[in-house]
């Protein structure tokens, strides 16, 4: 069974930034790629960023040059940081893990945490 746990969350101001920390843990043999989706309400879920390693990252156009993801493979670890939020980018926030367990492929989802943009 695997694991996977947001946090970082919260209420920031208009131009301000957060932190978004991810961990994954279980039965893991292998991680290819890790992201993070958000979904505000009454709209669709929107991928924001993914990363497979350093030199493999993509971002979604509305937040390319404000958004940052990276990943720490031995810790099973992934984080975004956010500068310039916007009320725009208030939403849920979903870690995505895209594993091996020793069995089977899987795309693990955690709970999510609430991101609000706000003065």
């Known amino acids: 069974q695997v694991h996977v746990v947001e946090s970082g969350g919260g209420l920031v101001q208009p131009g301000g930034s957060l932190r978004l920390s991810c961990a994954a843990s279980?039965?893991?043999?292998?991680?290819?790629?890790m992201g993070w989706s958000r979904q505000a309400p009454g709209k669709q879920r929107e991928l924001v960023a993914t990363?497979?390693?350093?030199?493999?990252?993509n971002y979604a156009d509305s937040v390319k040059g404000r958004v940052t993801i990276s990943r720490i493979s031995a810790d099973k670890t992934v984080y975004l940081k956010m500068n310039n939020l916007r009320p725009e980018d208030t939403a849920v926030y979903y870690c995505?893990?895209?594993?091996?367990?020793?069995?089977?492929?899987?795309?693990?989802w955690g709970q999510g945490t609430q991101v609000t943009v706000s003065s």
């Open positions: 279980g039965k893991i043999f292998s991680i290819n790629r």
């Open positions: 995505t893990v895209d594993l091996w367990t020793n069995v089977e492929h899987e795309v693990a």
């Open positions: 990363i497979k390693s350093v030199a493999t990252t």
